[in-house]
């Protein structure tokens, strides 16, 4: 067995920081590539490859390559047994207690939503990577999907919610990353929910929606802001679009707000200089989120 005391203690000896914050991510975000934990964590691709597959051979994660029809899919890391009974163990919970089953984590390998998982997850490791090389500049929130339909129940169920701060200044957000394959009035009714969200707990949160291409923004803009008028506190519902997660580019537009040009992530908060950031939604202290900043002894990535 790899959940044996002696094994777990053995791992104990041998884990650094970097390594437990790993595991805590792949428990809240389920599924992270290579390249993403390389962005995430560490300096260059071989030292990232040498230390994932020294835990892989602990069964602290698990790893698959999806197929694809050209060329070769990045290796994909989810947590593994041992990881999630040290985890257990470390927040002095009983492992049953985590409901972990093997065979789910390693699931998520013949998902539908797979792809829609990595592309949110990429999403952030970009913030995530230039945070780590930029002065004051931080992702100081990160929820999963999961954690937040837990959270908000069926108010609304964003694919994350996050906050982003650089200098004094933070920008609090909900996300919705579009893939191009749902019905834009299946898009444009949810904010109806995000207008019920904020009604219901008094989070003004932006949403952020992320596309594609910029011909599907552009035809969902229309859809959103004809939903938009339909509402009855619009102004609860703040919304921008774009097409990249890069956070030094001018790469979103706001809908109903005051600025019509494209603004750089930081900037939409003073698009919506009204909806300064509440205290973050409060996590029960059991399997509170991780930290989305990996330990400061942590090496920024070169380039």
């Given at each position: 067995?790899?959940?044996?005391?002696?094994?777990?203690?053995?791992?104990?000896?041998?884990?650094?920081a970097?390594?437990?914050?790993?595991a805590?991510?792949?428990?809240?975000?389920r599924v992270l590539t290579?390249?993403?934990?390389?962005?995430?964590?560490?300096?260059g691709?071989?030292?990232?490859?040498r230390?994932?597959?020294?835990l892989f051979?602990?069964?602290?994660?698990?790893r698959?390559?999806p197929?694809v029809?050209v060329?070769s899919?990045?290796m994909h890391y989810?947590?593994d047994?041992?990881?999630?009974?040290?985890l257990?163990h470390?927040?002095?919970?009983?492992?049953?207690?985590?409901?972990?089953?093997?065979?789910?984590s390693?699931?998520?390998?013949?998902s539908?939503?797979?792809a829609?998982?990595?592309?949110?997850n990429?999403h952030?490791?970009?913030?995530?990577?230039?945070?780590?090389?930029?002065d004051?500049?931080?992702?100081?929130?990160?929820?999963?999907?999961?954690?937040?339909?837990k959270?908000?129940?069926?108010?609304?169920?964003?694919?994350?919610?996050?906050?982003?701060?650089?200098?004094?200044?933070?920008?609090?957000?909900?996300?919705?990353?579009?893939?191009?394959?749902e019905?834009?009035?299946?898009?444009?009714?949810?904010?109806?929910d995000y207008?019920?969200?904020?009604?219901?707990t008094?989070?003004?949160?932006?949403?952020l929606?992320?596309?594609t291409?910029t011909a599907?923004?552009?035809t969902?803009r229309r859809?959103l802001?004809?939903?938009?008028?339909q509402?009855?506190?619009?102004?609860?519902?703040?919304?921008?679009?774009?097409?990249t997660?890069?956070?030094?580019?001018?790469?979103?537009?706001?809908?109903?707000?005051?600025?019509?040009?494209?603004l750089?992530?930081?900037?939409?908060?003073r698009?919506?200089?009204?909806?300064?950031?509440a205290?973050?939604?409060?996590?029960?202290?059991q399997?509170?989120?991780?930290s989305?900043?990996?330990?400061?002894?942590?090496?920024?990535?070169?380039?």
């Amino acid at each position: 067995s790899v959940v044996t005391p002696e094994h777990l203690a053995w791992l104990a000896r041998r884990l650094t920081a970097r390594d437990r914050w790993l595991a805590r991510m792949l428990r809240e975000h389920r599924v992270l590539t290579s390249r993403q934990i390389v962005q995430m964590a560490f300096t260059g691709v071989r030292s990232a490859n040498r230390r994932l597959r020294e835990l892989f051979q602990w069964r602290m994660i698990d790893r698959f390559q999806p197929f694809v029809t050209v060329g070769s899919a990045p290796m994909h890391y989810v947590l593994d047994i041992a990881g999630a009974h040290l985890l257990a163990h470390e927040d002095g919970l009983d492992p049953q207690e985590l409901r972990y089953r093997h065979e789910v984590s390693i699931g998520i390998a013949h998902s539908l939503r797979l792809a829609h998982t990595v592309a949110v997850n990429g999403h952030f490791a970009t913030l995530i990577a230039h945070a780590r090389t930029t002065d004051h500049t931080r992702l100081t929130a990160w929820w999963s999907e999961t954690r937040c339909r837990k959270h908000f129940g069926d108010l609304a169920r964003p694919d994350a919610y996050a906050r982003w701060r650089v200098h004094d200044t933070e920008l609090e957000f909900f996300l919705e990353f579009d893939f191009g394959t749902e019905n834009l009035r299946i898009l444009a009714s949810k904010l109806g929910d995000y207008e019920k969200l904020a009604l219901t707990t008094a989070i003004t949160a932006p949403l952020l929606i992320r596309f594609t291409s910029t011909a599907r923004e552009a035809t969902a803009r229309r859809a959103l802001t004809d939903a938009l008028d339909q509402l009855d506190h619009p102004d609860l519902v703040p919304i921008a679009t774009g097409t990249t997660a890069s956070p030094v580019v001018p790469a979103w537009l706001p809908i109903n707000g005051a600025d019509t040009t494209r603004l750089q992530l930081i900037d939409l908060a003073r698009n919506w200089p009204a909806l300064a950031p509440a205290d973050a939604p409060t996590a029960s202290a059991q399997l509170a989120p991780p930290s989305p900043m990996p330990p400061a002894s942590s090496p920024a990535p070169r380039g």
